[in-house]
């Protein structure tokens, strides 16, 4: 099997790579592309730095065409509502003619999307389920949701075999990695597991829909497997917590005390503080999975690796 990972250097990306080089069984060639790399450490993965945006390398980059395409590559929230012609070439027109290009070269391919959850934007207090309409708050939610649709119409006409994945703010992203509105969901993990001060810019109650790395490539790994259904749009069961009940899981873990100065920014409150229940039982039935508990969600980002 033939299979790429676009946003292979990112955080999700990185950690996708290894387990598919480890783990997946019929792997005959993995091609890893990113705008460039830190470090370029799979035996037996082809990397393949350039912009998706570019056509030429796009066109290199797809031949002779791949079973299993992940789609990871993307400009952060934050950045692209601050660059708006970068989120929109990046976000948008990329991924609609790159997923194009994929089924050119390989009609059945598998394409595996990594959405966000910032398609529902404000959806109230009234518990999440496949039924919940879609208003998003953000620019780059907007381009994720009509990503979703035009997949989903590319899978309706037999064109490709997508999934999209409706993913949370996943933790803990390296404190580098910026651009991310829901970068405090992060910050916590890494501002307690060092002992140091931090002004959270949400309250205590604020309350997160969490995933770890380690949870979102397993679920990354079970939509590439799945039978092709009428289900294009999965949103993956996640674990509901607020922000104070997720510092105490990593107090427990590291035996340090949490330093926060809990903040009111009513904006990111709104936007990534504020979400309600999740019926994933669609998602569940399937076979997708969260983390355990809170204690696994702490653990799988403090104990370092790729998880």
């Not at 099997?1 to 946003?7: D, E, F, K, S």
């Not at 993965?45 to 065409?65: I, K, M, R, S, V």
């Not at 290009?101 to 959806?123: C, E, P, T």
């Not at 803990?172 to 992060?186: I, L, T, V």
Request: hydrophobic content about 45%; glycine content about 10%.
């Amino acid at each position: 099997m033939r299979i790429l990972v676009t946003g292979a250097d990112g955080f999700l990306g990185r950690s996708l790579a290894a387990r598919l080089a480890a783990q997946w069984s019929g792997l005959e060639h993995l091609v890893l592309s990113d705008r460039q790399f830190a470090t370029e450490t799979i035996a037996g993965a082809d990397y393949a730095t350039g912009d998706l945006g570019d056509a030429a390398f796009l066109d290199h980059l797809l031949q002779p065409g791949f079973d299993l395409v992940f789609h990871l590559a993307s400009v952060p929230g934050g950045l692209a509502e601050q660059q708006q012609e970068l989120g929109y070439r990046a976000n948008l027109l990329a991924p609609l003619e790159f997923a194009r290009k994929v089924s050119a070269g390989n009609r059945h391919a598998r394409f595996v999307f990594a959405s966000s959850i910032a398609v529902y934007g404000d959806v109230g207090s009234g518990v999440v389920t496949d039924r919940t309409g879609t208003r998003p708050l953000l620019t780059y939610g907007a381009h994720k949701l009509m990503t979703e649709m035009f997949l989903s119409d590319m899978t309706r006409r037999g064109e490709l075999s997508a999934v999209n994945l409706r993913f949370p703010g996943l933790v803990a992203r390296p404190p580098s990695e910026s651009g991310h509105g829901s970068a405090f969901m992060s910050l916590i993990f890494h501002k307690i597991a060092a002992g140091e001060a931090y002004a959270c810019p949400v309250p205590a109650t604020a309350t997160c829909w969490w995933m770890s790395r380690s949870a979102a490539v397993d679920v990354l790994l079970h939509a590439a497997r799945l039978e092709q259904s009428s289900l294009a749009t999965i949103q993956p069961p996640v674990l509901h917590a607020t922000v104070s009940d997720v510092s105490r899981a990593v107090e427990h873990l590291t035996g340090k005390t949490a330093q926060i100065d809990w903040g009111d920014d009513q904006n990111l409150t709104r936007i990534f503080g504020a979400m309600p229940g999740l019926d994933a039982a669609s998602a569940l039935e399937l076979g997708f999975k969260a983390d355990a508990n809170l204690d696994a969600l702490a653990i799988a980002p403090l104990s370092g690796g790729l998880s």
